[in-house]
């Protein structure tokens, strides 16, 4: 089964704390974006990588780290500068034969920091 | 600045027809993006335009005006099941996506 994995569904720690979100694939896709997602907001991009061992800031980068040392994964660290870690967190990644960018998404982590 | 605009919220009957509106603005233009998202769920690929006119898919067709920086997104015969969020999102010269908030459609019977 060809897909994206991102695990857990449901993740809670303390704040203070580091956290990791992993994500998987073998779609054999190069582009990897992590997104974050809050209520009545559209997705904001945090990081992307469009090939391994490369990867860019997005528009909300503070407070997150990533890697990308193999093609598969995109592991997501929210670190404990971020301030308001609570929410919902999407990877996605897009085919190397796509003309326009059509973006598949995992199911999701849903994060809350207590 | 980059910019997509669309309702927060629509209610329609079930069977009925309810049409979406997106508005946009983006540092240059590679098409637009409808994808729809069920609640706690990832979004998932519904259309996508790149030139002006109507692309009609099933029972669900999305519409582009590039002169008015304007898309909707048409569903007919409306069911349960697509209660949901729907998500417009540009693609800008750079080819990165701008999302917007999302409009959450409620069925009701």
């Known amino acids: 089964d060809g897909g994206i994995t991102q695990s857990p569904k449901y993740l809670f720690r303390k704040e203070g704390q580091n956290v990791t979100l992993s994500c998987e694939q073998n779609l054999n896709h190069d582009a990897m974006y992590w997104y974050r997602q809050d209520p009545g907001q559209g997705l904001r991009l945090i990081y992307y990588s469009q090939i391994v061992n490369d990867f860019q800031k997005g528009d909300i980068a503070e407070g997150y780290s990533v890697s990308r040392e193999k093609k598969e994964s995109f592991p997501l660290t929210v670190t404990s500068a971020q301030k308001n870690p609570t929410a919902f967190y999407l990877c996605?990644?897009?085919?190397?034969?796509?003309?326009?960018?059509?973006?598949?998404f995992g199911p999701g982590t849903r994060l809350t920091v207590l | 600045g980059q910019n997509i605009d669309q309702p927060t919220e629509m209610t329609a009957t079930e069977g009925a027809i309810v049409q979406i509106n997106c508005t946009y603005q983006?540092?240059?233009?590679?098409?637009l993006f409808w994808y729809q998202q069920h609640a706690g769920e990832a979004p998932t690929f519904l259309s996508y335009n790149v030139l002006d006119g109507l692309e009609e898919k099933g029972r669900f067709s999305s519409f582009l005006s590039r002169s008015k920086g304007y898309s909707y997104l048409l569903l007919k015969e409306l069911q349960m099941k697509d209660s949901a969020s729907y998500l417009c999102a540009g693609l800008d010269s750079n080819y990165q996506l701008i999302w917007g908030a999302g409009t959450k459609l409620i069925i009701k019977p």
């Open positions: 983006t540092s240059g233009f590679n098409g």
């Open positions: 996605a990644t897009t085919a190397p034969e796509s003309s326009y960018n059509e973006q598949f």
